[in-house]
């Protein structure tokens, strides 16, 4: 079964970084892209950053494009996402998601929040 776990949302202040986990387990980790997509009430999931399996190749959308960093660590089966200079309109629930182009399995998500 795969799960994926996101750890390291939280309240930040505009113009503030956070870095977000993700710890992935029943599947072979390193074997797969993977994304990190978010979503607010009312919209549809947006999948901001994406990273291929070895980590050599990166996407992002042009909301978070030189502000967000993926990156990966296949020897600890964890995904991260560094958020930096970060905007109230970043605020959403962050999911890593499966998948170079955020397709397959997605986890609970963690709260990320920007406000004064």
């Known amino acids: 079964e795969v799960q994926l776990v996101e750890s390291g949302g939280g309240l930040v202040q505009p113009g503030g970084s956070l870095r977000l986990s993700c710890v992935a387990s029943g599947f072979r980790f390193s074997s797969y892209g993977m994304a990190w997509a978010r979503q607010t009430p009312g919209k549809a999931l947006e999948c901001v950053a994406s990273?291929?399996?070895?980590?050599?190749?990166?996407n992002y959308a042009d909301s978070v494009k030189g502000r967000f960093t993926i990156s990966r660590d296949n020897a600890k089966n964890t995904l991260y996402l560094q958020l930096s200079s970060l905007k109230s309109e970043d605020t959403a629930m962050y999911h890593c998601?499966?998948?170079?182009?955020?397709?397959?399995?997605r986890g609970q998500g963690t709260q990320v929040t920007v406000s004064a």
């Open positions: 998601v499966q998948g170079f182009h955020c397709g397959f399995a």
């Open positions: 990273i291929g399996g070895s980590g050599e190749i990166t």
